[in-house]
């Protein structure tokens, strides 16, 4: 037979892609030691963690020379093809790739092993230096034995030469972590078969696993195994089905989904992002996050933690998807894309009902922080309070960074479904055979109320606003925050123009045809005006021109502009089809009239404009006026319904 020119080459970046760089961080390590541990029958793995070095301890069966050689150290070992699919003790295997124990290297420059099998004992030790450079050199490595220092049973594995970047992680931290990639930590079989890891001598159990202790709603597929007192905050669980694929009746899953009360109840120091599915399958974990593979965006996913078993994506005889460093798996395959598909199919089933359940909690939450909204609610007819109550959920759910703006959130929300509530009633009175007094008058009531309710929100926010402005004492700073607010603001001049508007066509058709509005003004007389509007409000035309702050003018100036701007704008609006439109033209200044100075004078001024229904209003005349008029609104209603008392309560 001829050579073939060909030849296969195993160079040391492999071994570094395989090992020495595979893993990045000790659980993952740590978690490849306890996995076999678990294959060698194990009762017991203790993790002792010291500042220098780590040593992993189990009582297992321990390995023989041969064992030693042809399994221990031969990279790419298949245990299953060669031993079957189960221990001694019919545990099912979790190794399978025969590249684990490279992942030691992954945090550790020295490994030393001591193990006892029968009346075998042997000690051994290897170095990443040497096994780089035997590989290199082309030569077999031969670990150098050393003194047994091991278990009367089992095996002990002691890392020295710690890569300290991969290693830095707290001993709190390690544990939840491992906690999270095992099922079976903590595990009773047959027999009295049981298995217990401890670090540094403290066993590790399920309460360190954090993410349980987050849960307030838990979903477990197939039928419940999670303890309650292992979930402390739980409110409801469920039971989903746990069959994955209609055509493949042995994919089925165990474990459990659950949605925390809040997403920052999934941030923990130590264990990290409690905030995803992690995916086991023969008791160990197979991928980190599958969470983030499902293409599922809802608002849902911020609350989500929760552990998949999902033993079919490693069945016997089937083909391995799992990647080399077990923390996730091959996406194309069959079983993986049932698997996704069938949680994104779960999340989507849950998502409605998770957000009724989480209103409803956080409704009932907010009624034992805030006592005032249970007073609202008993208000309110029966048949509306539990809608009532999930808006008050709904709103306690949101995330902020300050809590006095959720009780402004909480005003805001009783008083919008106050409205919609009685424009529903009034929609049933509108359907309704017989409208008698004793029906109208209290809806009549509950809409005057509601209507006073909303008008002092309103007051109050007008009442801040002004009092800020009081604050300004340049008056050049009042004109220019005057100038940007005055003409959509007109309720600073008079309380009655709730919503004047602009009348944009009929400004155009002013500031075009007619030079009073757009005239050619000199230097002098361009520097005395900010600008001028027209508004109207219920019928009435309102002509408003703002004044510099610094100048003083003379009454025959305003009376002259006022005739103008008048006889200006009545043409405009007879022209429009309008007869005898009420005209009200307002002058804002800065600075007192020279005749103000004069004895009398400000009624004569106020009798000379009032021809042209003028008036002058004053900056600080304007803002002390506004406040007065409001002020006396909120005094005039102290005696006021129901729901105000209520809302004056919420602050």
């Keep these: 037979m001829t050579a073939s020119p060909y030849k296969l080459t195993l160079d ?59 399994r221990f150290l031969s990279v790419g070992y298949d245990k299953r093809a060669e031993e079957g699919e189960t221990s001694a003790k019919g545990r099912p295997f979790m190794g399978r790739k025969g590249i684990g124990k490279l992942a030691l290297f992954s945090i550790a420059d020295e490994i030393e092993v001591h193990t006892r099998r029968h009346s075998e004992r042997h000690a051994f030790t290897m170095r990443t230096l040497e096994v780089r450079n035997a590989i290199k050199a082309g030569k077999d490595y031969y670990p150098k034995p050393v003194p047994f220092n091991g278990p009367a049973k089992g095996t002990r594995i002691i890392l020295g030469s710690l890569k300290k970047k991969r290693t830095t992680a707290s001993l709190a931290a390690l544990r939840k972590r491992i906690a999270r990639r095992f099922s079976i930590i903590g595990y009773q079989g047959p027999k009295g ?39 402390p905050s739980l409110i409801k669980r469920f039971v989903l089905s746990n069959s994955v694929h209609p055509q493949h009746s042995s994919w089925k899953v165990g474990g459990w989904l659950g949605a925390a009360e809040e997403p920052k109840k999934l941030k923990h120091d130590e264990a990290g992002s409690l905030n995803g599915i992690v995916v086991l399958a023969r008791g160990r974990l197979v991928q980190e996050n599958v969470l983030d593979k499902l293409n599922f965006s809802r608002i849902l996913t911020s609350y989500l933690t929760g552990q998949v078993e999902a033993d079919f994506l490693d069945l016997i005889g089937e083909e391995d998807i799992a990647t080399s460093d077990r923390q996730r798996m ?24 998770w957000t009724d359940l989480r209103n409803e909690a956080r409704g009932k939450q907010a009624i034992s922080e805030i006592p005032v909204l249970a007073e609202w609610l008993d208000t309110l007819p029966s048949s509306q309070r539990k809608n009532a109550e999930r808006l008050l959920g709904l709103i306690r759910g949101v995330e902020l960074d300050d809590e006095e703006e959720r009780k402004d959130l909480f005003r805001s929300g009783m008083l919008g ?25 209290p809806l009549l009531s509950d809409l005057a109320t509601l209507e006073g309710s909303l008008y002092r929100e309103i007051v109050k926010v007008r009442l801040d606003v002004i009092k800020e402005f009081q604050n300004l004492v340049d008056a050049n700073e009042k004109e220019k925050v005057l100038q940007k607010h005055l003409f959509n603001h007109l309720w600073l001049l008079d309380a009655g123009w709730e919503r004047a508007a602009g009348s944009e066509r009929i400004e155009q058709i002013l500031k075009k045809d007619y030079k009073e509005f757009n005239p050619k003004l000199s230097q ?19 002509i408003v021109e703002l004044k510099r702050a610094r100048r003083r003018l003379r009454l025959s100036e305003l009376m002259e502009q006022g005739n103008k701007y008048r006889t200006a704008l009545l043409k405009c609006l007879m022209a429009q089809g309008l007869k005898n439109p009420h005209i009200s033209i307002v002058f804002v200044v800065g600075t007192p009239l020279y005749e103000e100075d004069d004895p009398g004078g400000p009624e004569m001024i106020k009798k000379a404009l009032a021809a042209l229904n003028a008036r002058v209003v004053h900056y600080e005349t304007l803002l002390s006026g506004a406040l007065a008029q409001y002020d ?20």
Excluded at 345 to 350: A, M, Q, W
Excluded at 524 to 542: C, F, L, P, Q, W
Excluded at 635 to 649: G, N, P, T, W
């Design 12 to 70: 040391l970046r492999v071994l570094d892609h395989l090992g020495l760089k595979l893993y990045s961080n000790a659980a993952a390590v740590l978690s490849e030691a306890v996995a076999n541990a678990w294959d060698a029958d194990a009762e017991l793995v203790d993790v002792d963690i010291q500042a220098n070095r780590i040593t992993i301890e189990d009582n297992g069966v321990g390995m023989d020379l041969n064992q030693i050689n042809q």
């Design 193 to 231: 078969d049981s298995f217990i890891v401890t670090i540094n001598g403290e066993p590790v159990g399920p309460n360190d696993r954090e993410d349980l202790r987050a849960v307030e709603f838990l979903w477990e597929f197939g039928e419940k195994r999670v303890p309650k007192s292992a979930c």
């Design 330 to 353: 091959v996406e194309d395959d069959e079983r993986y894309v049932a698997l996704t598909n069938f949680l994104r199919g779960t999340l989507v089933s849950i998502q409605d009902d």
């Design 524 to 542: 002098k007389e361009s520097k005395g005006r900010v600008d001028i509007r027209y508004r109207t409000n219920a019928g009435e035309h309102i």
């Design 632 to 651: 006396e609104f909120l005094k005039q209603s102290a005696k006021s319904d129901r729901l105000d008392k209520i809302l004056r309560k919420l602050k």
């Design 417 to 441: 479904f106050e409205r919609l509530r009685l424009r529903e009633e009034a929609h049933l009175l509108a359907e309704g055979p017989e409208l008698t007094a004793a029906v109208l008058l």
